[in-house]
């Protein structure tokens, strides 16, 4: 207990009292030093964390400048790599091969629209209709030989061109030779059959008009229609208009 002099006299702690006092003091000086630690603490714990995020935010933008590098360089070897010449072999079926051909295709130089075709083709008379067929001889072999442009965004174009078919129309004349002998008992006759070949010019314009699949590499496809007129030849009509459907499959060489 504490006893307390009203007369300004010394105040005199008994021993539990002091022991009290010590007590709270040794625990004052002890938060006292605990507040730095807690404040150095929690700066080195917020010094910590913007460490880890400025070191994301720099690795973050070291990946989008490594991805936009790539893609820049991948862009300037698009646009370095050299064009080549488009170059196509294909088989047509109909058109200006008007029964079967082969033909070679090309662009005059890279990245250009038009170009040229030339092939070898065989027909025979197969069917009564002049319009969509070859009626001539029994044989035709001819070389088609057109100028085209290709009208279209990546793969897919839209064709036009035009051009002659230059060939030979063979055929096989059958016939009966009459033959009259004078013999001893008077004159007899004999009956002979003769074959002999014709070989007649051939030629027409003709104009190529469908739609076009190629790729700057692999398989090619063409399909559409073939409106021609007879020239010379052929044993038709000269001037006779033809309307021959065509479809080819093939294939583009290329880088």
């Not at 790539?70 to 698009?78: E, F, L, Q, S, V």
């Not at 314009?205 to 021609?228: E, H, N, V």
Request: proline share 4%; charged share 20%; hydrophobic share 35%.
């Amino acid at each position: 207990m504490c006893l307390v002099n009203l007369q300004n006299k010394p105040l005199h702690l008994t021993p539990k009292f002091r022991i009290m006092k010590r007590f709270l003091m040794a625990a004052c000086l002890a938060l006292v030093a605990l507040n730095p630690l807690q404040a150095n603490g929690a700066g080195t714990a917020t010094e910590s964390a913007a460490e880890n995020l400025s070191e994301k935010g720099s690795d973050k933008a070291t990946e989008r400048s490594a991805d936009n590098t790539t893609d820049h360089t991948t862009a300037n070897a698009t646009e370095n790599e050299p064009q080549t010449v488009k170059r196509s072999v294909y088989l047509e079926l109909g058109g200006a091969s008007s029964l079967v051909g082969v033909n070679y295709d090309q662009r005059f130089k890279p990245g250009s629209k038009w170009g040229f075709r030339a092939g070898l083709a065989y027909s025979a008379p197969f069917h009564e209709s002049q319009i969509f067929f070859y009626r001539g001889g029994e044989n035709l072999i001819a070389a088609p030989i057109a100028v085209n442009g290709l009208f279209g965004k990546k793969n897919s174009y839209f064709e036009a061109g035009i051009g002659f078919n230059l060939g030979l129309s063979i055929s096989h004349d059958d016939g009966i030779e009459k033959i009259v002998y004078e013999g001893p008992d008077g004159p007899y006759t004999e009956y002979r059959i003769n074959s002999h070949k014709t070989c007649d010019f051939y030629s027409d314009m003709f104009i190529d008009l469908g739609y076009r699949y190629q790729t700057r590499k692999g398989f090619m496809f063409r399909a559409g229609i073939s409106p021609a007129m007879l020239l010379s030849g052929g044993g038709m009509d000269l001037f006779s208009f033809m309307l021959r459907p065509y479809l080819s499959f093939g294939y583009t060489f290329g880088k």
